[in-house]
């Protein structure tokens, strides 16, 4: 998170030509937010959360109304809602009173990180994959706080997988802390995660021991196609950030887990050539119909992750494995070889770019768009950008809305949504917004509210004027 304290915010760079043009949409302290392509604000879900909120067709959000309190539990939200283009709840899974063994209890729902509806395997616009959530059951990741000495003694804190039906009944659960035997940690990490399962002060201190962030499904592919069953459609994809792991799980008895990639990435060759994936967000198969179809699309954060032996950098074995940027990555999921893959330096065109100029240690995510370009979401400061195969950013947007609680624009994921998903409102003019020359990018001394330029490009007209134009600084 290392900006200046007055920097641009908005849409600072977009070629219409060269992008996948529509609406994003994302998550902020004031609610849900629609953006066109120039970073006009199209729609406001006021009050509404997101972790995340998914776009609908037809002006719908899902998401959720509140977040529960961190000392009772952890990144939780208490509930999930989907709204109309109103903000009016349509249906809502939540906390309700139970009856069970003839008792009487409060149930929470605890969802957290992600949720898919049916229709779509993966929760962004994906053609001829309409999601369907009317009607529907929902999968969704949630909490539960448990005893589990396979894992550490204490207050442990599980992520589940829970099927919702439309009535709100739980009809599935698969839980990650019964399939730790599965997982291939090494005895050193094993014994680091019994001392430290990564314990978090919330509710009094409890152990976030593989804190699962993504989940979706793998949908009809190439791979299941021709046989392979780990890959069956309805199999299932999640990223564990504390684990430096990448696992598909299947939803056929006994339930395993089909494919894993991590945590021990000196496993085989194929998993060394790859390098270390450290606190991944938003692991996914791209969907057929998408180019690179098949493959695996992740975004991998970087910072500090895992357990293993005591190093240098992490004397217990806690958070053993470190590298200070961040890097998205698409790669086959059989032989693991990279097939794309953005970092500061492809992006910067130059090795002498520092890599940590992308990087976000938290949030964030990555979407593959219809012509082949990736939305991308550098979470911790809020910025998204849209790139080409060649990894050049043809769109660049930097959220305005700092989160006056904690000082920060952070945004946990985007999603970019074709025009026709919006019927309330008809296709917004795109303007390009040509790169300006940080170089001659001036604040006017006069102290008011405007900027300067030397020469400012917008809607194909340039101007020149070496006396500096004084142009309103954008609100968006």
């Not at 804190?211 to 069953?229: C, I, R």
Request: net charge neutral; charged share 20%.
């Amino acid at each position: 998170m290392g900006y200046p304290s007055v920097y641009p915010t908005g849409s600072t760079i977009y070629d219409p030509d060269q992008c996948f043009n529509g609406y994003t949409c994302f998550r902020s302290h004031q609610g849900v937010v629609l953006v066109d392509m120039n970073g006009k604000v199209a729609h406001l879900w006021k009050g509404l959360e997101g972790f995340p909120a998914k776009p609908m067709p037809g002006g719908f959000v899902v998401g959720s109304t509140a977040r529960r309190n961190p000392k009772y539990g952890y990144l939780d939200m208490e509930d999930l809602v989907m709204v109309d283009w109103d903000g009016n709840v349509l249906w809502k899974y939540a906390k309700y009173d139970r009856v069970k063994d003839g008792r009487k209890q409060k149930w929470m729902a605890r969802v957290h990180h992600d949720f898919q509806v049916a229709g779509n395997p993966v929760g962004y616009y994906v053609p001829g994959m309409e999601p369907k959530p009317f009607g529907k059951p929902v999968l969704m990741l949630a909490h539960k706080n448990i005893e589990a000495p396979q894992i550490a003694p204490g207050n442990i804190l599980d992520d589940t997988i829970i099927n919702v039906s439309w009535e709100g009944e739980i009809t599935w659960e698969w839980r990650f802390s019964d399939h730790i035997e599965e997982m291939g940690f090494s005895e050193a990490a094993r014994n680091t995660m019994h001392r430290n399962p990564n314990i978090v002060p919330a509710g009094g201190g409890m152990g976030d021991w593989a804190h699962v962030n993504s989940l979706s499904k793998l949908g009809p592919n190439k791979w299941h196609t021709a046989g392979d069953e780990r890959f069956q459609k309805d199999n299932m994809i999640a990223s564990c950030r504390q684990t430096n792991a990448l696992l598909i799980i299947s939803r056929r008895k006994p339930h395993n887990i089909t494919w894993r990639v991590g945590p021990d990435y000196g496993e085989s060759e194929a998993l060394r050539k790859l390098g270390p994936i450290i606190g991944p967000h938003h692991v996914h198969m791209i969907p057929r119909g998408l180019p690179g179809e098949g493959n695996i699309l992740v975004f991998d954060n970087g910072g500090r992750g895992g357990y293993g032996d005591p190093n240098t950098g992490a004397l217990t074995g806690h958070n053993n494995v470190i590298r200070p940027y961040s890097r998205v990555i698409e790669f086959d999921p059989n032989t693991l070889e990279i097939v794309w893959e953005f970092n500061a330096q492809l992006a910067g065109g130059a090795p002498l770019v520092h890599d940590s100029r992308f990087y976000s240690i938290l949030v964030s995510s990555a979407q593959r768009l219809p012509n082949g370009n990736t939305l991308i979401t550098e979470g911790s400061d809020g910025r998204f950008i849209e790139v080409n195969q060649d990894c050049d950013i043809v769109w660049e947007y930097i959220s305005p809305y700092v989160d006056p609680k904690f000082n920060h624009n952070q945004v946990y994921r985007a999603y970019r949504i074709p025009y026709d998903w919006v019927p309330q409102l008809d296709p917004p003019e795109e303007v390009p917004i040509h790169r300006l020359d940080n170089s001659r990018f001036r604040v006017d001394d006069s102290g008011t509210n405007r900027t300067t330029v030397a020469t400012l490009k917008r809607g194909g007209k340039v101007n020149t004027d070496p006396s500096l134009c004084v142009i309103p600084t954008r609100s968006s």
